[in-house]
């Protein structure tokens, strides 16, 4: 069964860092591109950023260019947001999501909330 | 503002069939595969069709979908109270480079 879990989530103050980790299961995690999707309180889904199996490629939002940093570790089936610089408006649930190359966005996980808050 | 434009809301009574439009542009849907999600709030978004009109396995054939040029829409048949969450398209966008969805969907069974 494939198993997106993801953690790292929490208050943070403007301006702070925060690290969201995804643990993924049940499938050959070096063979899919993941992405980060998030959604903000009362709004719809917004995709943040995709990185391909390798890590060859990597794209961003321009919301979050130059201040989030997607990565993987594929030998320990895990994919990770560094976040710097956080606004207000970055507030959200971060969900992460696998996909076949460009397409297929098929699994996610329960997501994991960001709150950006003095 | 969402890159795929959807209704924001839909309702329709418990047996009736609704249908949830999607629309964007050459980049996007009109090059590109179009998906469609369920989701329930706290919950993981669930996948209800993947290429324009396929169904994963375990969705029921209650729900189907097609595309025409930069189109898409979401059609349930035999409407059911269990039905009543948001709906979200989704597609790949080669000028941005990156997912796009639609503003979401909130369907009511009245």
């Known amino acids: 069964e494939v198993q997106l879990v993801e953690s790292g989530g929490g208050l943070v103050q403007p301006g702070g860092s925060l690290r969201l980790s995804c643990a993924a299961s049940?499938?050959?995690?070096?063979?899919?591109?993941m992405n980060w999707v998030r959604q903000a309180p009362g709004k719809g889904l917004e995709w943040v950023s995709y990185?391909?199996?390798?890590?060859?490629?990597?794209y961003y939002a321009d919301s979050v260019k130059g201040r989030f940093t997607i990565s993987r570790d594929n030998a320990k089936n895990s994919l990770y947001l560094q976040m710097h610089s956080l606004r207000a408006e970055d507030t959200a649930v971060y969900y992460c999501?696998?996909?076949?190359?460009?397409?297929?966005?098929?699994?996610w996980g329960q997501g994991t909330l960001v709150t950006v808050s003095s | 503002q969402s890159v795929l434009t959807q209704p924001p809301s839909a309702s329709g009574t418990p047996g009736q069939r609704v249908t949830i439009s999607c629309s964007g542009s050459s980049s996007n849907i009109g090059g590109n595969y179009v998906y469609w999600y369920q989701h329930l709030p706290g919950t993981a978004p669930k996948l209800l069709i993947y290429?324009?009109?396929q169904r994963p396995s375990g969705v029921p054939d209650r729900f189907s979908g097609s595309k025409s040029g930069t189109s898409a829409s979401l059609a349930i048949s035999g409407l059911r109270s269990e039905d009543e969450a948001d709906y979200y398209c989704?597609?790949?966008?080669?000028?941005?480079?990156?997912?796009?969805f639609g503003g979401g969907t909130k369907l009511t069974v009245l």
């Open positions: 990185i391909a199996p390798s890590s060859s490629t990597m």
């Open positions: 290429r324009n009109n």
């Open positions: 999501a696998r996909a076949v190359g460009k397409l297929d966005l098929d699994y």
């Open positions: 049940g499938f050959t995690f070096s063979s899919y591109s």
């Open positions: 989704a597609a790949w966008d080669d000028s941005l480079r990156g997912w796009v």
